[in-house]
């Protein structure tokens, strides 16, 4: 496309006036760090949760009497938890990344939705071991900062 052909305003990070762009000028970058490494930190946490969590199921199904269609159910939740868990990383840091306040709020959503499911591990399963208490305070806890600073990258996005 020719450079007098391009739409107006900022595409990218190299038209905001970037290391190496010929962009609008100097623009304050918005992105949160904090919330980036959290993002990070989360996604490697959950995975973890995810497995151990996944290995607390079946073990309890075998050393203590575990109803059938209740194991039915946690299993879905774990699984269905980790579907929303991958989404809701992939629009958080695309929503941080690129400062957009639409795939961050998404994000936001998909936290509360994740915390739901990490309180339902953490206190409602069938049966709850203190290893699920403290994976789940854990999971929850980063749940809670995470949502504190996604709130706080939507203000300065939207100001």
Known sequence: MAEGMRAAGPRG?????????RGLGKMAVLSSVPLQILLCLSGTYYTLYFLATLLMILYKSQVFTYPQNH???DLTLLFLMGILEATRLYFGTKGNLMELEAPLAASLVLTVAGALLSIYFLLWQTLVLQADSILSATLLTLH??????QVVAIAAFTS
């Open 13 to 21: 990070c190299r038209d905001r006036g970037g290391p190496g762009g």
């Open 71 to 73: 194991l039915v159910l």
């Open 144 to 149: 809670g900062l995470e949502a504190i600073l």
